[in-house]
């Protein structure tokens, strides 16, 4: 039996092993791992954070990063929720083999993706699938603080059985005013009714979940797709990047300003359409989108939503590039194929149209 934590508890070192003391199934291919050391001490942590455990694989020992997904301020305990990726040893083999009484080393914790010290912003959490893990520790942490916070939480996965930490979340939920929670999911689980949210996160679906997202800090954590797609929803709303924080796992020694090599239209950067089947060339800025610079030419293009849903305005792109931010109107065949959605693509560079 390992002791409970005392006020003169020591905190924890990674010079001290890892007792799994409890396995708690959560989803499909997903499990959380309950550690303890055998000395009792305590935990000190920041929300976000990781851990990086040593797991005696057959072939050899590995060390694997995972997020902690408990609070740090119940400091007794803490835990890894860990997902099966395809095609991955480490993970297969904690679903499989890792049992309560096992015991692991540790390093940590680490890492610069966390809340502040005081954590008293109005905060949007946006995650997908297992990165809904420091999205939990940090809202767990909010919640625990016995305080109101004002947390918009949006959580994607492809079914509704996917969800990790559903019952967790909306049991918080509503508990607290502050915590508006929101599911958005790809497909339906048999014979389950589902209201909530169908699709790919876009620009219309996050201004109907969350209409004050330029006033709040963003977190976001997921499959590095997802971010990209996340970080461009944001960038076309003009949203203050200085205030977007996605998680990456690594150890930084001195905190850096998190930078992103995605690609932004400026409006000081010049550019130019080709319409090749008018015969009209025009130039433009990079933040001017193909619609807006064919009707100030007097060429005549369909239309409709102008916010990348509809598709009306689906034209064939022959040469150049455009920076397009759409909403679900065009699919990946047709972008493939060289199509665009006028209404929400802007040129870089030379682009020329069929129209």
């Known amino acids: 039996m390992i002791p409970m934590p005392r006020r003169d508890s020591p905190t924890w070192s990674e010079s001290e092993p890892l007792t799994c003391v409890m396995v708690i199934p959560e989803a499909p291919e997903v499990k959380t791992f309950s550690f303890r050391p055998a000395s009792g001490a305590t935990f000190h942590f920041k929300a976000g954070q990781f851990l990086t455990l040593e797991l005696p694989l057959p072939e050899g020992p590995v060390w694997r990063t995972y997020t902690i997904s408990s609070s740090p301020i119940t400091n007794a305990y803490v835990t890894v ?25 540790a390093r940590g914790p680490g890492g610069e993706f966390h809340l502040p010290p005081e954590p008293d912003a109005k905060y949007l959490f946006i995650s997908a699938g297992s990165g809904v893990t420091p999205m939990m520790s940090m809202t767990t942490t909010l919640f625990e603080r016995g305080e109101q916070p004002d947390i918009c939480f949006i959580q994607c996965a492809n079914r509704p059985v996917d969800l990790i930490f559903r019952k967790k979340l909306e049991y918080m939920a509503s508990r607290l005013a502050g915590l508006a929670l929101h599911f958005v999911v790809m497909g339906n689980d048999p014979y389950e009714v589902w209201t909530g949210y169908r699709g790919t996160l876009n620009q219309l679906m996050l201004g109907i979940i969350c209409g004050d997202y330029l006033e709040r800090e963003v977190y976001c954590c997921g499959p590095e797709g997802f971010m990209a797609n996340v970080r461009e929803i944001l960038n076309s709303l003009h949203f203050d990047m200085t205030r977007y924080h996605q998680e990456s796992f690594g150890a930084v020694p001195v905190p850096q300003p998190e930078s992103f090599d995605d690609r932004v239209p400026d409006e000081a950067v010049q550019a130019s359409v080709i319409f090749a089947l008018s015969g009209v060339t025009r130039v433009c800025t990079e933040t001017d989108t193909v619609l807006q610079v064919a009707k100030g030419a007097a060429i005549r293009m369909p239309s409709g939503c102008n916010f990348g849903l509809c598709g009306t305005c689906k034209v064939k792109k022959t040469a150049g590039e455009v920076h397009m931010v759409h909403n679900g109107g065009i699919s990946d065949d047709d972008i493939a194929a060289g199509y665009i959605l006028s209404c929400c693509s802007r040129p870089i560079g030379t682009v020329t149209i069929e129209a």
């Not at 297969?92 to 096992?102: A, T």
Request: glycine residues 12%; charged residues 10%.
């Open 81 to 105: 929720t860990v997902k099966a990726q395809p095609g991955s040893v480490a993970g297969r083999w904690m679903l499989d083999h890792l049992q309560p009484g096992m015991v692991l080393n």
